[in-house]
């Protein structure tokens, strides 16, 4: 699919805007006071479900250029990968100073016990390191070494989703508990890994839909 300029503008503004606000409503949300009972507890999970949604926009990229042709959404993978670990330290900000006011003496007791939190820190430590290399002089230095590294997304992708589904304390097996979120996002993250499969990938190449 080739854009036009206007069409290549487009997609970068609907990129940073859409990225942008979630952070804007929940901003105003605070400010006038439209969060629960419990606002410390609505900042956590409405970053974390943001972070989350950008980590998988960003995977989703090259699926859509598989299926579509859409070369212009590739050059955005990146955008919305840095947009995902920006509102992820975020998150971990609220965390550690408005929810435990950095007392990380407790928060080492409490992960003992509560495995998501030792999960949400694996899964933000792999976004670290991709944010850290996500330059370009990186991939110079890294070499063929750098797509490997990158792929580490789709695990951080999947110990996020993990860490979501254990911070609410459902039952999967059981189908109890406020599971229907961390269920949507594991089913696409699990259609968008499916979709890296070299078989299902070169199908889709071989009947891409071009408009």
Same mark, same amino acid.
């Given at each position: 699919?080739?854009? !036009?300029? %206007?069409?290549?503008?487009?997609? %970068?503004?609907?990129?940073?805007?859409?990225? /942008?606000?979630?952070?804007? =409503?929940?901003?105003? &949300?605070?400010?006038?006071? !439209?969060?629960?009972?419990?606002?410390?507890?609505?900042?956590?999970?409405?970053?974390?479900?943001?972070?989350?949604?950008?980590?998988?926009?960003?995977?989703?990229?090259?699926?859509?250029?598989?299926?579509?042709?859409? %070369?212009?959404?590739?050059?955005?993978?990146?955008?919305?990968?840095?947009?995902?670990?920006?509102?992820?330290?975020?998150?971990?900000?609220?965390f550690?100073?408005? &929810?435990?006011g950095?007392?990380?003496?407790?928060?080492?007791? &409490?992960?003992?016990?509560?495995?998501f939190? +030792?999960?949400?820190?694996?899964?933000?430590?792999?976004?670290?390191?991709?944010?850290?290399?996500?330059?370009?002089?990186? *991939?110079?230095?890294?070499?063929?070494?750098?797509?490997?590294?990158?792929r580490l997304?789709?695990?951080?992708?999947?110990?996020?989703?993990?860490?979501?589904? /254990?911070?609410? *304390?459902?039952?999967?097996?059981?189908?109890?508990?406020? +599971?229907?979120?961390?269920?949507?996002?594991?089913?696409?993250?699990?259609?968008?890994?499916? =979709?890296?499969?070299?078989?299902? !990938? *070169?199908?889709?190449?071989?009947?891409?839909?071009?408009?």
């Amino acid at each position: 699919m080739r854009s !036009r300029p %206007r069409q290549s503008t487009l997609l %970068r503004v609907i990129v940073h805007l859409g990225a /942008w606000l979630p952070l804007l =409503l929940l901003f105003i &949300d605070y400010y006038t006071g !439209r969060l629960s009972v419990n606002p410390i507890l609505d900042l956590e999970q409405r970053t974390g479900r943001t972070a989350l949604t950008l980590v998988l926009l960003s995977l989703s990229c090259t699926p859509l250029h598989t299926l579509f042709g859409w %070369r212009d959404i590739l050059r955005h993978s990146r955008t919305l990968g840095l947009y995902a670990f920006m509102v992820a330290a975020i998150h971990l900000s609220i965390f550690l100073i408005l &929810d435990y006011g950095l007392n990380f003496a407790q928060i080492l007791v &409490d992960a003992a016990i509560k495995p998501f939190i +030792i999960v949400g820190a694996a899964a933000f430590l792999i976004l670290l390191l991709m944010a850290l290399t996500s330059f370009d002089t990186s *991939k110079v230095w890294l070499g063929r070494n750098w797509k490997r590294l990158h792929r580490l997304i789709y695990l951080a992708a999947a110990l996020a989703i993990l860490h979501y589904f /254990w911070g609410l *304390k459902g039952d999967i097996f059981r189908l109890q508990g406020d +599971i229907t979120r961390p269920l949507v996002y594991f089913s696409i993250f699990l259609v968008l890994l499916l =979709l890296r499969l070299r078989p299902i !990938r *070169k199908f889709l190449q071989s009947h891409q839909i071009r408009f």
